[in-house]
């Protein structure tokens, strides 16, 4: 199965999809990684690593639409059969969600539907919750939103800082992508309804 990773910042999910690409324990071609921002660290992660970058800025285009079909177009140029959100941070249009229907996924750091949005660490910790977490899903048209495919918990103690926090669900979310990617590319799960079966 042929990927693509989309990251817009410090691509450390990006690196630990490499580690296990690399290992073995993860069998999938990362075809290609995209990114909407020129200065992401992500970009010599991935160069680093072999991995191809494609670099889209939205400025370059006169609207998303058009941005998106580039996207589109690159991906097709690379084969990619899986789209792999990881820190991408531009909420994906229509067009490139009906292309690629059920063939995107996100990672987010909180249990959804909880903490929605760029600031979930942030949010769930000054909410004061006890328990967040981290989710994988599908991605649909609502933000946020799409099927669940995996979720893991993270406590939260009182003494810890954001700082301390974020390390905790990163960690996390390290090891559930790779986890998450591998049952998709092996094909074991099904979606019924809103509900993502693993088999
Ligand atoms: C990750 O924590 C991911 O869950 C989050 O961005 C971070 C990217 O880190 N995504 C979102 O908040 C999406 N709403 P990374 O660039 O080091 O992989």
Do not use: C, W
């Amino acid at each position: 199965m042929n990927i693509a990773v989309f990251a817009s910042g410090k691509g450390t999910n990006l690196s630990a999809i490499i580690r296990q690409v690399k290992k073995g324990s993860l069998k999938v071609n990362i075809a290609l990684m995209v990114t909407d921002n020129p200065k992401a660290p992500a970009i010599s992660r991935a160069r680093r690593a072999g991995v191809k970058v494609v670099i889209i800025t939205p400025k370059d285009f006169p609207d998303k639409k058009s941005f998106e079909a580039e996207v589109i177009d690159q991906l097709k140029q690379n084969n990619v059969d899986l789209v792999v959100l990881a820190g991408f941070m531009l909420i994906l249009g229509p067009n490139l969600i009906s292309a690629y229907k059920d063939k995107i996924i996100n990672i987010h750091p909180a249990l959804l539907p909880s903490f929605k949005g760029a600031s979930a660490i942030k949010d769930a910790l000054d909410y004061g919750v006890k328990l967040t977490g981290v989710t994988v899903h599908f991605v649909d048209e609502k933000i946020d939103n799409g099927p669940i495919i995996m979720q893991e918990p993270v406590k939260i103690e009182e003494k810890d800082s954001l700082e301390i926090l974020e390390k905790k669900i990163h960690r996390l979310e390290h090891k559930i992508y790779p986890k998450a990617i591998g049952l998709l590319a092996e094909n074991r799960f099904k979606i019924e309804n809103r509900k993502v079966v693993i088999l």
